[in-house]
């Protein structure tokens, strides 16, 4: 594990009953970075999310963040930690506020006025104190990433933090992700299943197709003689493809 590495991932593998899954999968997130987990529905994306936080284990390989083993050294390695995996669920009855006031019992030490300060982060500081089943779809988002950065972590892993928003929702959430890498240095690993929106906002990105990692890299580099993204992604996977129909 490299000193500039904020997760290393190392050949891990997990096969569930019916045969699916993610298999040997290695890739290394630096810190600052932006990382994209770019993949078709069913790719394995949101498994390998799981597996990095814990929601899941795998059968194989082992998983470095910020130098922690999360197998072996759990906690150290999910202390720098926030994500929203799967669900964005609030509390509908309850504020924004409210809500982050619950989440925030989970921590011991938070400074006062934290609250308002992700509230902030996140562009909901006008809305903090009216009932979540008010807010939009984008709100809502924004405030799950809000609860996600409560403890101040250092690397924020977001499964498709897009996902059906509309435009206007998929701007605000985008903006606010850059803002918090660039301006308090966050890392983040972010899946999404929609291409163009990852070369708006990721570094770095990483193709599963399959359960397989087939291709990562700066986009820059990924794209030779002005290919497009998705050019590039069709003729990644064609390999793939082919070799399925030959099994
Ligand atoms: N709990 C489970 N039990 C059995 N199979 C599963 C389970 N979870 C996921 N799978 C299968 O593993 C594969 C990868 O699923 P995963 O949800 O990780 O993909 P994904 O890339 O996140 O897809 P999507 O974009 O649709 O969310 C799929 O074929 C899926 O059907």
């Known amino acids: 594990m490299t ?11 997990k096969t569930y009953k019916n045969g699916r899954g993610v298999r040997d999968v290695s890739l290394s997130v630096n810190k600052g970075e932006i990382f994209g987990l770019f993949g078709p529905n069913g790719s394995g994306k949101t498994t390998l999310l799981k597996i990095m936080t814990g929601l899941c284990t795998a059968d194989e390989g082992a998983i470095h963040i910020f130098g922690h083993s999360i197998s ?27 809500n982050l006031k619950l989440a925030s019992r989970f921590y011991n030490d938070l400074p006062s006025g934290r609250i308002e300060e992700v509230l902030e982060l996140v562009g909901l500081k006008a809305y903090g104190h009216e009932k979540v089943s008010g807010y939009s779809l984008g ?30 929702g998929i701007i605000s ?18 899946s999404s299943h929609m291409m163009s929106e990852m070369e708006l906002i990721c570094t770095r990105i990483g193709i599963l197709f399959g359960g397989q990692l087939i291709g990562q890299g700066e986009i820059g580099e990924l794209l030779e003689g002005g290919q497009t993204m998705e050019q ?16």
């Open 173 to 190: 959430v985008r903006n606010v992700i850059l803002h918090l890498a660039e301006h308090q240095g966050m890392t983040f690993i972010i």
């Open 3 to 13: 000193e500039q590495a904020a997760m290393t991932i190392a050949h891990i593998s």
């Open 139 to 168: 709100m809502k988002q924004r405030l799950a990433l809000a609860a996600a950065l409560i403890s101040n972590p250092k690397l924020i892993i977001l499964d498709e933090p897009t996902n059906g928003l509309d435009i206007e």
């Open 72 to 98: 072996e050294q759990f906690e150290g390695a999910m202390a720098k930690v926030g994500c929203v995996i799967e669900t964005a669920d609030a509390y509908e009855y309850m504020s924004g506020y409210a």
């Open 232 to 247: 590039y992604y069709l003729s990644a996977i064609q390999p793939f493809k082919e070799g399925a129909a030959h099994v």
